[in-house]
């Protein structure tokens, strides 16, 4: 596949966006310890931080998050309510209640619980029995309930995540990615804004029983609402948090942390930076010209490329020089060419991550060119060609 490159647009308030064939500035602007860590602007998906966000980590607790999204969108498409109650079994009991050593809402061998009081059980303490009783109550099994929260990771584009049980306690083949766990949470932010409050309660008192809440962020006065904390003897410590500061969401997940100590230190940092570090800020104007792509066999030898809305940004505030941008298009575009066609994409790093990429668009039509025209492209694709295909 070939691709053609756009030559420098223009500077924005002080800061030159340079397009480039050259790779994008290798140093990060954030360092953490977590081996994986993936973090997102909320409200616009754009890619603030990412290390290592696709290899693959046992989820743990993290898991959970895809239990409550079963849980969640049941309740939305009416098959369970909040006050359904749900029978605690004796494997739900003896594999993640009180027998079990592991968190627990110690919900009693036999007894009902309403489906909101399970929900708060696994939102706040990650009770493995709360998990382990909606699982088994909704789908029958907890093994028929993990296979459906693979297919529906299916249905939600993660292709890389399977799930094996509701906990996430240790089993063969169960995976997930911190990219992965990061855009389940945005997901469950998103689309299930009247079941979010759960995440955020500092405590959950239940049959006489009071927990705090299990998410180490909750406790830390920095405005974090989300999510749940993991860890694994294979993965490390992970987390998947959220922060809303002056009107930015950061959503971030990471793992292969050292200790809970350390999974704290690191989370908060992170999701602190991500929330205090950019500024959003339009560079191109609704229906303004982006840049320019290269046409073969037209009658004008370039084409004005545009996205269907307002191009943002997110900029560094303290480190702008790391941000460059460029025009990716497979070309050269072959006349004619319809206004509205899909020609590329313009594609922004902060540092060495891949931040945001943005369709772009022909801003007009070009018609095949003459025969002379057509001639003199041909005889140029011949004589530069293959320079392109080598540099590629």
């Known amino acids: ?204 008192t239940w049959n006489k029983i009071s927990q705090r809440n299990r998410n180490p962020l909750i406790a830390m006065g920095i405005e974090a609402d989300g999510f749940v904390a993991g860890a694994s003897e294979q993965g490390g410590f992970g987390l998947v948090g959220t922060v809303s500061h002056n009107g930015t969401r950061v959503i971030a997940a990471l793992s292969g942390l050292a200790n809970d100590r350390e999974r704290s230190e690191e989370a908060r940092k992170l999701l602190e930076w991500g929330s205090r570090s950019f500024q959003k800020t339009e560079i191109f104007a609704k229906d303004e010209v982006v840049g320019e792509a290269q046409v073969f066999g037209g009658a004008k030898s370039g084409l004005a490329l545009k996205a269907k809305g307002p191009v943002d940004i997110f900029l560094p505030i303290a480190n702008r020089d790391k941000l460059t941008a460029r025009i990716v298009y497979q070309g050269p575009v072959s006349a004619p060419v319809e206004e509205g066609q899909p020609v590329g994409e313009l594609r922004v790093w902060i540092g060495e991550t891949l931040s945001q990429q943005t369709p772009l668009y022909a801003a007009e039509s070009v018609k095949v060119g003459t025969l002379p025209q057509r001639a003199l492209d041909a005889a140029k694709e011949l004589a530069v060609g293959w320079l392109r295909q080598k540099h590629l």
């Open 1 to 204: 596949m070939q691709f053609r490159i756009f030559l420098p647009f223009a500077s924005l308030l002080g800061l030159a966006l340079v397009l480039l064939c050259a790779a994008p500035a290798s140093a990060q602007l954030f360092e953490t310890k977590a081996a994986q860590a993936f973090m997102i602007d909320a409200d616009t998906g754009t890619v603030l931080f990412a290390k290592d966000p696709d290899k693959p980590i046992p989820p743990a607790s993290m898991a959970k998050l895809m239990t409550m999204e079963m849980v969640f969108n049941a309740i939305k498409s009416k098959r369970i309510t909040l006050d359904d109650t749900f029978v605690v079994s004796e494997n739900a009991w003896r594999t993640g209640g009180a027998p079990s050593g592991t968190s627990t809402m110690f919900a009693k061998l036999k007894s009902e619980v309403r489906v909101e009081d399970l929900i708060q059980g696994v939102t706040v303490q990650a009770a493995n029995d709360g998990c382990i009783v909606l699982a088994e109550g909704m789908a029958g099994s907890e093994a028929n309930f993990a296979t459906q929260m693979t297919d529906r990771a299916r249905q939600l584009g993660l292709s890389k995540s399977t799930f094996v049980n509701s906990t996430g306690l240790p089993a063969d083949g169960q995976q997930t990615t911190v990219r992965e766990l990061t855009m389940l949470a945005l997901h469950l932010w998103r689309d299930y804004p009247e079941f979010f409050h759960y995440y955020g309660q500092p405590d959950f």
